[in-house]
């Protein structure tokens, strides 16, 4: 699916935007980016949803992969693939001896 130019990224929002298209992409399983800006930008996750799958599935970008089309700044293509039918939960981790106040 083509998006045009989404170059309304706000740093740290969540971003919803709508594509139009005539075509049921049915059950999400996987989600290629192409970008063609050379403005790097971080996603977390995109989760999709359509008429015939209302409920969203995501894919997380896990490894933390700037996008941009210069290739010094990131990557101008990635593939991600839903890994479980459960959103992703963050998990924190805390170093040291804990707190003693």
Not at 49 to 61: C, G, I, L, Q, T
Not at 93 to 101: E, Q, V
């Amino acid at each position: 699916v083509e998006t045009g130019s989404l170059d309304n990224f706000v740093n740290g929002a969540i971003e919803t935007f709508t594509i139009e298209s005539k075509i049921d992409i049915g059950q999400l399983d996987c989600v290629t980016i192409n970008v063609e800006e050379d403005d790097a930008w971080l996603f977390e996750s995109i989760s999709v949803s359509s008429d015939s799958n209302p409920d969203a599935r995501s894919v997380y970008n896990t490894e933390k992969v700037w996008m941009s089309s210069d290739l010094s700044e990131g990557s101008d293509n990635l593939e991600l693939c839903v890994q479980g039918e459960e959103p992703m939960k963050p998990t924190v981790s805390f170093l040291g001896s804990g707190y003693r106040g």
